[in-house]
């Protein structure tokens, strides 16, 4: 069964710090990987997407993908209150649709 | 600016009750999504439709139905309502299920069974 496995947290992190999430998935054959952020009582709200392996940087967020190691990750630098939410993780299997992982809750300390 | 729009909001439903959750999308997608969510679970698939005039069961597909009416509308029906059906309902879409195109969800129905 193809898996998106994510710790549950909640991960507590102070503000301006950095922030990291990270990610692993069961199908090596996986091209696509998707980060939500879902606020609490919000939908899921697409913050990334990243399709090669490397770093993708967008503002304060890096997504990294490491495809050898079936692993992808979340980097918020300079964390602020506003980040503190649940951050799903997705991925694509090829022939099949989007798996998303149970989440991360963060917590950003003040 | 839509995006996804699901209808309603809120409800409260009466066991053995039936309602019909609307959900319409105005980015010419292909493919429509039905999940809940509960506590710990995270995101479960109800129910899909690759393409207008198709529909597949997803991983939690006991005790509803769908109907993807036209390309932009994908409705979700709770024939007899159950408390276990108690949850958080979001409806997304995407260019289409078969590619890399990333889901985009509606703001949700929250939805309790007494």
């Known amino acids: 069964q193809k898996e998106v496995e994510q710790n549950s947290g909640p991960l507590s992190v102070p503000e301006g710090a950095i922030a990291s999430l990270n990610c692993t998935y069961s199908?090596?054959?996986?091209?696509?990987f998707f980060w939500y952020r879902q606020y609490s009582g919000k939908s899921p709200e697409l913050i990334m997407f990243?399709?090669?392996?490397g770093d993708k940087e967008d503002g304060r967020f890096t997504a990294q993908l490491n495809k050898a190691s079936q692993y992808v990750s979340l980097l918020i630098r300079d964390s602020q209150p506003s980040d503190s939410a649940t951050y799903l993780c997705?991925?694509?299997?090829?022939?099949?649709?989007?798996?998303f992982g149970k989440g991360t809750r963060l917590h950003i300390l003040p | 600016n839509a995006g996804v729009t699901q209808t309603p909001k809120f409800q409260v439903l009466k066991t053995g009750q039936s309602m019909t959750l609307q959900c319409a999308q105005d980015?010419?997608?292909?493919?429509m999504y039905w999940y809940r969510q509960d506590p710990g679970m995270g995101l479960r698939l109800i129910y899909y439709?690759?393409?207008?005039?198709?529909?597949d069961k997803g991983e939690v597909p006991n005790g509803y139905n769908v109907s993807r009416l036209n390309k932009r509308e994908f409705s979700l029906r709770l024939e007899s309502a159950a408390p276990s059906q108690t949850s958080v309902y979001f409806c997304?879409?995407?260019?289409?299920?078969?590619?890399?195109?990333?889901?985009?969800f509606g703001d949700g129905t929250r939805l309790s069974i007494l």
């Open positions: 997705a991925v694509k299997p090829p022939n099949d649709k989007i798996i």
């Open positions: 199908d090596r054959g996986s091209q696509s």
């Open positions: 980015m010419n997608h292909n493919s």
């Open positions: 990243i399709y090669s392996n």
């Open positions: 439709s690759a393409s207008e005039g198709t529909t």
């Open positions: 997304a879409s995407s260019g289409t299920s078969d590619s890399n195109q990333p889901q985009h």
